[in-house]
T-cell receptor
Framework: GQSLEQPSEVTAVEGAIVQINCTYQ??????LSWYQQHDGGAPTFLSY????GLEETGRFSSFLSRSDSYGYLLLQELQMKDSASYFC???????????FGAGTRLAVHP | DAGVIQSPRHEVTEMGQEVTLRCKPI?????LFWYRQTMMRGLELLIY????????DSGMPEDRFSAKMPNASFSTLKIQPSEPRDSAVYFC??????????FGPGTRLTVT
């Protein structure tokens, strides 16, 4: 079967750095994506890692280790607007099929 | 671009009724995905299409659910008959041969 594990909740303060981990078990692994979803909104794409290493996009970075079946999303200089749910998703099989984790709810406090 | 368009945004119906959800993908995108999101089950892929052809419908929960894509700019997800456990937010997403999927605003379905 396929499974992804990520923490259910994370709390941090403005300006801080937070890391959201994701471990996965899947067949036909192509890569790991991250999506952000604000309450009442739609998921929006943040990043995609197909190869091992760190990808940086502004304040957000994403890391993948294929040998460890592990990845993380790193959010720096946290802002109140970063309060949202963050989902890791495995790209499994062909045709861009995504299998989502349960999501991590991030609460950023002043 | 207008983004992915879904209608209706909210639907309240009684158990046993037929429900049809609609989606217009971003122009030029050749992949279309239907997802369902609930607190209990999270975000689940129901079915996806490539060039209007259904590729994988293994996520469709049961025969009450059906999806069609008659052309590149329109898809429907139908539930007949609907049940209270079908209450969820249904998202449509599209992409053009990319790992970045663009989600519509969703349809919040309530079956009483």
């Amino acid at each position: 079967g396929q499974s992804l594990e990520q923490p259910s909740e994370v709390t941090a303060v403005e300006g801080a750095i937070v890391q959201i981990n994701c471990t996965y078990q899947t067949s036909g692994f192509y890569g790991l994506s991250w999506y952000q979803q604000h309450d009442g909104g739609a998921p929006t794409f943040l990043s995609y890692n197909a190869l091992d290493g760190l990808e940086e996009t502004g304040r957000f970075s994403s890391f993948l280790s294929r040998s460890d079946s592990y990845g993380y999303l790193l959010l720096q200089e946290l802002q109140m607007k970063d309060s949202a749910s963050y989902f890791c998703a495995v790209v499994s099989g062909g045709y861009n099929k995504l299998i989502f984790g349960a999501g991590t709810r991030l609460a950023v406090h002043p | 671009d207008a983004g992915v368009i879904q209608s209706p945004r909210h639907e309240v119906t009684e158990m046993g009724q037929e429900v049809t959800l609609r989606c217009k993908p971003i122009s030029g995108h050749d992949y279309l995905f239907w997802y369902r999101q609930t607190m209990m089950r999270g975000l689940e892929l129901l079915i996806y299409f490539n060039n209007n052809v259904p590729i994988d419908d293994s996520g469709m929960p049961e025969d009450r659910f059906s999806a069609k894509m008659p052309n590149a700019s329109f898809s429907t997800l139908k539930i007949q008959p609907s049940e209270p456990r079908d209450s969820a937010v249904y998202f449509c997403a599209s992409t053009k041969d990319s790992y970045e999927q663009y989600f519509g605003p969703g349809t919040r379905l309530t079956v009483t």
